[in-house]
C-alpha cells in the first residue's frame, strides 16, 4: 500500500497563491497516477488536477484550469499543486490521491486507491 500526507494549506486573501504538498511513501511512486480532489461540506468530491505516472502528462478540472498546476518529483516521492489566483470558491479541504498504474479516469475518484487526510485551504474575500 500507499501512505499519503498532505501539507501546506492554510489561509490566504483573494488573488493570493500557495503550494500544496503531498508525501508517499510505502511503494514506489513511479508507478502511481497521483491526483487532486477538493471537498467543501455539502457539495460532492470534485477533481482538481492529476499527474499520470505514464511521462509527465498533467491534467486539470475545468474550474482550475490555468490557475492551477500540478508537479511532481519521483526523486522525493512528493506532488506538489501549485495554487495561484485563488478565489474564495477553492476554499475546501484538499485531498492527495494515489492510484497504481492507472493512465484513464483520472479525474474520477473511484479510479484512485490510496487517499491522504486532506489540508485545509481557506481563501477570504
Known amino acids: 500500500q500507499l501512505q499519503l500526507v498532505e501539507s501546506g494549506g492554510g489561509l490566504v486573501q483573494a488573488g493570493g497563491s500557495l503550494r500544496l504538498s503531498c508525501a508517499a511513501s510505502?511503494?514506489?511512486?513511479?508507478?502511481?497516477?497521483m491526483g487532486w480532489f477538493r471537498q467543501s461540506p455539502g457539495k460532492e468530491r470534485e477533481f482538481v488536477a492529476a499527474?499520470?505516472?505514464?511521462?509527465?502528462?498533467?491534467h486539470y478540472g475545468g474550474s482550475v484550469e490555468g490557475r492551477f498546476t500540478i508537479s511532481r518529483n519521483n526523486a522525493k516521492n512528493t506532488v506538489y499543486l501549485q495554487m495561484n489566483g485563488l478565489e474564495p470558491e477553492d476554499t475546501a479541504v484538499y485531498y492527495c490521491?494515489?492510484?497504481?498504474?492507472?493512465?484513464?479516469?483520472?479525474?474520477?475518484?473511484?479510479?484512485?486507491?490510496?487517499w491522504g487526510q486532506g489540508t485545509q485551504v481557506t481563501v477570504s474575500s
Open positions: 499527474s499520470s505516472w505514464i511521462g509527465d502528462g498533467k
Open positions: 490521491a494515489a492510484g497504481p498504474l492507472i493512465s484513464r479516469g483520472l479525474d474520477l475518484s473511484s479510479s484512485y486507491s490510496y
Open positions: 510505502g511503494r514506489t511512486f513511479t508507478n502511481y497516477a
